[in-house]
Structures are given as structure tokens and as C-alpha cells.
């Protein structure tokens, strides 16, 4: 496993792009270890908000079901909380006790789609929290070891500085349009509506007809946010412009139903 570690630290080192990284990484990753699908996402340090996310299908088309378990729900090994532990690495396994179904993220996402153990890490380097890795295998009795976790925590500086040299580094091709952007979504995050600027926002974030991970992982925040918290995370584009998105809930009409003449 030394030379999986000294080749992932290579190849973080290149200044490879998001999807790049992922790749080759869990190309790296499954010679000494069985991966059936994973994700990498990065995050904003300040708010620990995903910011992007580079995804395995069956996991892509059950996104928001993770949003929600990740901000609206007690379970294990929250990414969030994998920022601030230590070591910043922990397997679903390990953390129920070898008893799965304690988790409602297995019992209600992973199982569903024939998923077993999962292992996830925070990519923390500096201090700061740049990215998530979580790894799945299928529902099998035997999940990922002791050995196979701390690998994971040793290329985690790595991968993190390579996630942060791919948010940071790499140069704008194009200006953001000037000007703020509103975006309305209905309760179960899809699109209601959006203004002529907020949607050359999300054509450069992936598309208008379908709500970005991004603004979703923030809207989702905002409903287990304490009142008067307003959740914001930071974003670059596909040209590498830099936007902030900050999520806030509407007013219903009959509120002000007695302001009207």
C-alpha cells in the first residue's frame, strides 16, 4: 500500500483537474482495494458546503436523498463532522458496531441500491477542509479494513491539496455576468423559477434543468439551520469564475395579506 500512497501523492501534485483526480485516484486506490462506486466532492473551507462533486452512477440519482440525510438527520460520519475529528476518516462499519442498519443512510439509500460498507473521509491539509471522499462496496458482510481506512487518512493531505490547487489555481477562461441572480425552489428543491441572470449562472454551473449539487447542498442546509442562519457556500464555474450563493427562505403571502389596500 506504500507505493498506492507515494503514486496518489504524484499524481496530486500535477495539477489535474477535478475529474482527473478522481479518476486516477480510485484507479490508484483499486488495485489494493475493492471499490464498487464512489464520489469526490469539493468544499467550501469557510462553510464546509459542497461546492462541487464528481460522481458514480448509482449514487448520482439518489443525490438529494444524501443532501438531505447529510444536513436533515442524526447519523454516523457526517462529513462535516469528519472535518473537525480526527483522525478525519471513518467507515460505516466501524462507526455502527458492524450493525449497519443503525444507520438511516443505509437503511434508506445504500441498502436500497444493493450498497454495504462505505468509507468516508474529510480531506483536511493547512487545517482547512477542502473536499470529501466516500467510497462504497456492495452489500456484502465483509466491509473495508483497518488497513485499507488508514490509507485512506495518509493520501487525504494529498488529495486535498489537490482539490485546493484545482479551485484555486487554475485561471478564469471568462468573467462571471455582473449583477446578482435569483433562483426559487419549491420545498423538494426543484426549479420554480429563475431571473435571466440566475440562469446563465446555472448554465455555467451544469445546466438550468437541473439544479446544480451546490445549490441544493446549501438550500438543504438552510432547512436544519437555526433560525436566522443563512447558509452560503463559494463556487467556481465552468470558466472558473467565482460565485457566491447564499440560500434564504420566502415570506408566504398570507403574511402580509393585512398590508394590502
Known amino acids: 500500500m506504500q507505493g498506492v500512497e507515494q503514486e496518489v501523492e504524484r499524481l496530486c501534485q500535477a495539477g489535474l483537474d477535478l475529474d482527473a483526480v478522481r479518476t486516477r485516484v480510485l484507479r490508484s486506490l483499486n488495485r489494493v482495494m475493492p471499490v464498487d462506486t464512489a464520489f469526490v466532492a469539493t468544499a467550501d473551507p469557510r462553510t464546509l458546503l459542497f461546492s462541487g462533486v464528481a460522481v458514480d ?43 449497519r442498519s443503525a444507520s438511516p443512510r443505509y437503511r434508506e439509500i445504500m441498502r436500497p441500491l444493493g450498497l454495504g460498507d462505505e468509507l468516508r473521509a474529510a480531506l483536511v491539509v493547512g487545517g482547512d477542509c477542502w473536499g470529501y471522499l466516500c467510497l462504497h462496496r ?82 438543504s442546509a438552510l432547512r436544519s439551520s437555526a433560525a436566522g442562519v443563512l447558509p452560503s457556500v463559494r463556487v467556481r464555474t465552468r470558466t472558473g469564475a467565482w460565485l457566491a450563493v447564499h440560500a ?8 402580509y395579506a393585512g398590508l394590502t389596500r
Do not use: C, W, Y
Not at 170 to 185: D, R
Not at 201 to 218: A, C, W, Y
Open 57 to 99: 452512477e448509482p449514487l448520482a440519482a439518489v443525490s438529494q436523498q444524501f443532501l438531505d440525510n447529510e444536513f436533515g438527520g442524526t447519523d454516523v460520519n457526517h462529513f462535516a463532522a469528519l472535518a473537525m475529528a480526527s483522525p478525519h476518516v471513518g467507515s460505516l462499519d466501524h462507526a455502527t458496531h458492524l450493525e
Open 138 to 219: 456492495e452489500d456484502h458482510r465483509l466491509g473495508f479494513t483497518e488497513d485499507e481506512a488508514e490509507l485512506v487518512a495518509k493520501i487525504g493531505p494529498h488529495l486535498a491539496h489537490a482539490l485546493r490547487q484545482s479551485v484555486l489555481l487554475t485561471a478564469a477562461t471568462a468573467p462571471a455576468p455582473s449583477g446578482p441572480g435569483v433562483v426559487l425552489l419549491a420545498e423538494d428543491l426543484t426549479l420554480l423559477a429563475a431571473t435571466p441572470q440566475a440562469e446563465q449562472f446555472l448554465d455555467q454551473l451544469g445546466g438550468v434543468e437541473t439544479v446544480p449539487v451546490p445549490l441544493r447542498g446549501v438550500a
Open 248 to 255: 434564504s427562505r420566502l415570506r408566504g403571502t398570507d403574511r
